[in-house]
């Protein structure tokens, strides 16, 4: 059974401040997608990494990924309010030739203090 | 495109009760799944379609059921509602995405739920 672990999975920074949000995932798997939540609202695609060591950035927010590893992360550089959300990996798991599923991390609340 | 679509937003049932959420998608994607988001859990796949005619269950199926009579509509009904289902439902359809070699998903806005 496929899981993954975001940690931390509540985070209270500072503006101006940079982090990183670490996600592990247990079995091989070579997708893995991060996605914003804002309170109330739906999920939104942030990144998706196809391949070990791919990495994308997109304004303050990076992601990389390392397969053999199993591990992704996400650093947010010179935290600014606006990035206050929660945010969830996920990684896709694919058999049978049509069928894949989406597991989720539990999500790291991050709140960015003024 | 209206993308993904789902009534009612917001939902109060009492115990034993059935509804059905309803789910829509104008895009053409044959893949669609229903998800629950509880406090701290993440979402957590309860069915999923991968075309007119099939379904499947996921991780937590337990009093749901699902079909899926047209590419477009995949309604999720609860049988005899319990206050464990009280959750944030979404509905997701995707498809793959050959060129850039991923899953595309794309989420509805949601409807809370809440049995008493």
């Known amino acids: 059974e496929l899981k993954v672990e975001q940690n931390p999975l509540f985070l209270s920074m500072q503006e101006g401040k940079n982090y990183t949000i670490y996600c592990n995932y247990s079995?091989?798997?070579?997708?893995l997608y991060w996605y914003r939540q804002d309170p109330g609202k739906s999920l939104e695609s942030l990144f998706v990494?196809?391949?070990?060591?791919a990495v994308k950035q997109e304004g303050r927010l990076m992601a990389s990924l390392d397969t053999k590893a199993r591990l992704s992360t996400l650093h947010i550089t010179a935290a600014v309010h606006d990035l206050s959300a929660t945010y969830f990996c996920?990684?896709?798991?694919?058999?049978?030739?049509?069928?894949?599923?989406?597991?989720f991390g539990k999500g790291t609340l991050l709140t960015v203090n003024p | 495109n209206a993308g993904v679509t789902q009534t009612p937003k917001f939902q109060v049932l009492k115990t034993g009760q059935s509804m059905t959420l309803q789910c829509a998608q104008d895009?053409?994607?044959?893949?669609m799944s229903w998800y629950r988001q509880d406090p701290g859990m993440g979402l957590r796949l309860i069915h999923y379609?991968?075309?007119?005619?099939?379904?499947d269950q996921g991780e937590v199926p337990n009093g749901y059921n699902v079909s899926r009579s047209t590419t477009e509509d995949f309604p999720l009904r609860l049988l005899s509602a319990a206050p464990s289902q009280t959750s944030v439902y979404f509905c997701?359809?995707?498809?793959?995405?050959?060129?850039?070699?991923?899953?595309?998903?794309?989420f509805g806005p949601g409807t809370r739920l809440t049995v008493t």
């Open positions: 079995t091989t798997s070579d997708r």
């Open positions: 997701a359809s995707s498809y793959f995405d050959l060129r850039a070699g991923s899953y595309e998903q794309y």
């Open positions: 895009m053409n994607h044959e893949y």
């Open positions: 996920a990684v896709v798991r694919v058999w049978g030739g049509s069928n894949y599923k989406l597991t």
């Open positions: 990494l196809l391949s070990n060591g």
């Open positions: 379609s991968v075309g007119a005619g099939i379904t």
